[in-house]
Structure formats: structure tokens, C-alpha cells
């Protein structure tokens, strides 16, 4: 595995080169442009609003500023592992004629997929940082753990990148299965509502490592406080096993990559 790393270090400028394509293809000929990076969390955001207020005037509660700031926080990343996995399902597919004639790491398609995501991600940020300054949440010293929240979603989304991508190109039904996982797991995942609201059920929730990294935003930056350690832990550890063993998992069938496209 060193060695795989070490290739894929010297090949590090086509990564930056494929993700430069990946963005560019990704926007081309779009009226909108980049704002669709920024655009669909928003809806996300919107449509979570709507379901909080609707959840308050059923329990006679309020929606207030930090309820819409919680779902903002969460509703980004989300739109990140969700792009970043469905981007990557079926990267060595659309690039099958590269992957069978030159060579070169193959790992390199889906770390640009999850990179060109990653981009995404980064765009979207910009409002949503002006958003929580707006809103009256101060910055503390808690959103000192934002980094390693975020290190940790991304060696989720890579692990589970690595993954798919590999898997899909030896079974097309995967593409199915991971299509029916992203839409659904907005469901099993806590983007519109805040674990606590869930009582003791709430640790099911909790299992879902995405769950983990997305309270910890939210009590590190809206709530003002230290990120439960144990679950930051148990996503941290699920996105490093993740990351390894999809890595692993993805050389070993590597070799086979040009027969089953």
C-alpha cells in the first residue's frame, strides 16, 4: 500500500488536472454556472426549514435563528457526501477509455470525483459562513474542531468512494442501490432534525457515521460547545477503515478493471 501511495504522490498533478475537468465539464454550458454549487443546498436548507417549522407548530413550539443556521450546517456537507458518492459511482465507467489504454492510478477517478465535490463544498461554504455571521452566532473557540470534522467526512465520502467505484464496474446494479441510498438517507441522517429531538431512538440514528460528523458542526459552530467526543470518535474510526479498506479493496480488483469495462 506505501508504494501504491508513492505512484499515486507522482501522479498528483493528473489528479489536479482530472478534477480541473471533472469542475469544468460539470459547469459547461451552464447559465448558472458555479451558483449551481450554491444552489442546491440552499434548497436543501429551504426544504429542512419548512419541515422544522412544520414539526414546531404541530409540537406549539418556534423555529428560531439557530434552528436555521443547525440545518444550514448540516444541509452542505450532506450536499457534499451525497455528490461526492454519486459522482464516483460511476467515474471508471465514463472514463473507459482512459482507464483501458494509458496507465496509471485508477484511484485517481474517484479522489476527483469526491475532489470536484469537495470544490462544491467549498463554494456553497462562502454563504454559509456569511449566513451564521449574520445570524448572531459568534465564533468560539469550539469551531477550533471544524477541520477534523471535516477531515473525517472526507475520509468517508473517499472511503466509500473508492468503493462504489470499483464495485459498480464489476456489478451495474450497484449504481441502482447507491442511487437508492443517497435518496433515502437524508432520512436516516440528521439534516433536518437535531439527534436529541429522537429521545433514546436517537442512537440509531447515531450508527450512521455521516450522523456523527453533523451533530459535531452543529454543536461546534451553531451550538457553541465541545462535539460529542465518543460518536466524532466512532465516525472518525468508521472513515478511516472506510478509507483504507476501500482503498485496499479498489487495488486489489484494479488488474481486472480493463476486462470488465
Same mark, same amino acid.
Given at each position: 500500500?506505501?508504494?501504491?501511495?508513492?505512484?499515486?504522490?507522482?501522479?498528483?498533478?493528473?489528479?489536479? &488536472?482530472?478534477?480541473?475537468?471533472?469542475?469544468?465539464?460539470?459547469?459547461?454550458?451552464?447559465?448558472?454556472?458555479?451558483?449551481?454549487?450554491?444552489?442546491? $443546498?440552499?434548497?436543501?436548507?429551504?426544504?429542512?426549514?419548512?419541515?422544522?417549522?412544520? #414539526?414546531?407548530?404541530?409540537?406549539?413550539?418556534?423555529?428560531?435563528?439557530?434552528?436555521?443556521?443547525?440545518?444550514?450546517?448540516?444541509?452542505? $456537507?450532506?450536499?457534499?457526501?451525497?455528490?461526492?458518492?454519486?459522482? &464516483?459511482?460511476?467515474?471508471?465507467?465514463?472514463? /473507459?477509455?482512459?482507464?483501458?489504454?494509458?496507465?496509471? $492510478?485508477?484511484?485517481?477517478?474517484?479522489?476527483?470525483?469526491?475532489?470536484?465535490?469537495?470544490?462544491?463544498?467549498?463554494?456553497?461554504?462562502?454563504?454559509?459562513?456569511?449566513?451564521?455571521?449574520?445570524?448572531?452566532?459568534?465564533?468560539?473557540?469550539?469551531?477550533?474542531?471544524?477541520?477534523?470534522?471535516?477531515?473525517?467526512?472526507?475520509?468517508?465520502?473517499?472511503?466509500?468512494?473508492?468503493?462504489?467505484?470499483?464495485? /459498480?464496474?464489476?456489478?451495474?446494479?450497484?449504481?441502482?442501490?447507491?442511487?437508492?441510498?443517497?435518496?433515502?438517507?437524508?432520512?436516516?441522517? $440528521?439534516?433536518?432534525?437535531?439527534? /436529541?429531538?429522537?429521545?433514546?431512538?436517537?442512537?440509531? *440514528? *447515531?450508527?450512521?457515521?455521516?450522523?456523527?460528523?453533523?451533530?459535531?458542526?452543529? &454543536?461546534?459552530?451553531?451550538?457553541?460547545?465541545?462535539?460529542?467526543?465518543?460518536?466524532?470518535? #466512532?465516525?472518525?474510526?468508521?472513515?478511516?477503515? &472506510?478509507?483504507?479498506?476501500? #482503498? *485496499?479493496?479498489?487495488?486489489?480488483?484494479?488488474?481486472?478493471?480493463?476486462?470488465?469495462?
Amino acid at each position: 500500500m506505501r508504494e501504491a501511495l508513492r505512484e499515486l504522490w507522482r501522479y498528483r498533478g493528473l489528479l489536479y &488536472a482530472v478534477i480541473d475537468r471533472d469542475i469544468k465539464i460539470k459547469y459547461k454550458q451552464s447559465v448558472m454556472g458555479f451558483m449551481w454549487a450554491i444552489l442546491m $443546498p440552499l434548497v436543501i436548507v429551504l426544504v429542512g426549514v419548512m419541515v422544522r417549522y412544520a #414539526y414546531a407548530l404541530a409540537a406549539g413550539a418556534t423555529v428560531n435563528v439557530a434552528d436555521v443556521a443547525g440545518v444550514a450546517i448540516r444541509s452542505v $456537507p450532506w450536499a457534499f457526501t451525497v455528490s461526492g458518492i454519486r459522482f &464516483a459511482t460511476n467515474c471508471l465507467i465514463s472514463n /473507459s477509455s482512459l482507464v483501458t489504454k494509458i496507465y496509471f $492510478p485508477k484511484e485517481i477517478f474517484p479522489m476527483a470525483a469526491v475532489g470536484s465535490s469537495l470544490f462544491d463544498l467549498c463554494v456553497a461554504a462562502v454563504p454559509l459562513i456569511l449566513l451564521v455571521a449574520f445570524s448572531g452566532i459568534g465564533a468560539n473557540v469550539h469551531m477550533l474542531w471544524v477541520p477534523a470534522i471535516l477531515v473525517t467526512l472526507l475520509l468517508i465520502v473517499t472511503g466509500l468512494a473508492f468503493l462504489v467505484s470499483a464495485a /459498480s464496474l464489476f456489478y451495474r446494479d450497484v449504481k441502482y442501490l447507491v442511487e437508492v441510498a443517497l435518496t433515502f438517507g437524508i432520512f436516516v441522517t $440528521p439534516v433536518f432534525f437535531n439527534v /436529541s429531538m429522537f429521545g433514546k431512538y436517537g442512537v440509531l *440514528m *447515531m450508527l450512521n457515521p455521516v450522523s456523527g460528523v453533523l451533530e459535531a458542526l452543529d &454543536a461546534a459552530v451553531v451550538r457553541g460547545h465541545t462535539p460529542d467526543l465518543f460518536w466524532l470518535a #466512532y465516525s472518525f474510526v468508521f472513515g478511516a477503515v &472506510a478509507f483504507i479498506g476501500g #482503498y *485496499m479493496f479498489f487495488k486489489r480488483l484494479e488488474p481486472a478493471f480493463a476486462e470488465s469495462i
